[in-house]
């Protein structure tokens, strides 16, 4: 593994209960050095925030990163393995280091699409691979996100899911996906339910089906689907959304 990169400054603290103006937020995308995540740090950077563009191949996020400076971002790569309760733990204490604080957090790292497979007969090996990532990736996060976000009373999260984990929607394809996305949904609901009032707002997106790597050609452009994570990220307090399911910016079902 690479040695950690220096984060280029330490950005200055809101005052307490107040929402942090773009240039001082600090912002987490995990799975972000290619696709929708990478794009999502782009849109952020661009709206002004310091974005950890979080990768499990340190060398690919110095890549991606880079990139994005080039374009007048603020972006630093940092190591992310959502499934690595270690690399969770060591990013926690180089933003507690360097930043002191953490106000958006997108749980965009996912994996385990994949069409061939049936509820009948899917490797449960799979299936847990698909938990760990989708999931309790997320879960990770969030537990080491939250304390951050209640130190400022300012916070927004948004755990990137999809329509097909809906409990209404129809299909046999993709269970190990179906499932792991149905309950982050439902994980999404709780920890908004816990966090109501705190200034943390929390919320599931759907970015629709996008020409990534995963979704393969055919999809809506990739800033159209990053363009709804980036609302979601950036809500103001006023009439505080959270605990909603999202596509395009409007609300869709559970």
């Known amino acids: 593994m690479s040695p950690p990169v220096p984060f280029p400054r330490r950005a200055p603290r809101g005052r307490f209960g107040t929402e942090p103006p ?11 050095n290619r696709g929708l995540g990478l794009e999502v740090s782009r849109q952020l950077a661009a709206a002004g925030m ?6 499990r191949n340190l060398a690919a996020g110095e890549k991606a990163a880079k990139a994005l400076r080039r374009e007048g971002g603020d972006v630093t ?11 969770v733990d060591a990013l926690a204490e180089r933003i507690e280091r360097d930043f002191g604080r953490l106000d958006v957090l997108v749980n965009n790292a996912g994996a385990y699409f994949n069409l061939d497979d049936r509820a009948s007969s899917v490797d449960l090996a799979y299936v847990s691979g698909a938990l760990d990532t989708n999931l309790l990736g997320a879960w990770r996060l969030c537990e080491a996100a939250v304390p951050f976000m209640r130190r400022h009373a300012y916070g927004r999260i948004v755990n990137v899911s999809s329509g097909c984990g809906a409990i209404d929607s129809e299909g046999e394809d993709c269970p190990a996906y179906r499932v792991s996305k149905a309950a982050l949904n439902s994980y999404t609901r709780m920890l ?3 966090l109501k009032g705190s200034g943390i707002l929390v919320n599931a997106v759907c970015p629709g089906w996008v020409a990534t790597d995963m979704g393969g050609p055919g999809g809506r452009p990739v800033a159209d689907g990053a363009a709804g994570i980036v609302w979601a990220a950036s809500l103001p307090p006023q009439g505080a959304i959270t605990g909603g399911f999202f596509r395009d910016r409007a609300p869709i079902a559970w």
Do not use: H, K, M, Y
């Open 22 to 32: 773009p240039s001082q937020r600090i912002a987490l995308v995990s799975g972000a």
């Open 50 to 55: 310091t974005v950890l563009l979080g990768a």
């Open 77 to 87: 790569a940092v190591q992310l393995d959502v499934t690595a309760q270690a690399d």
């Open 192 to 194: 908004a339910a816990e």
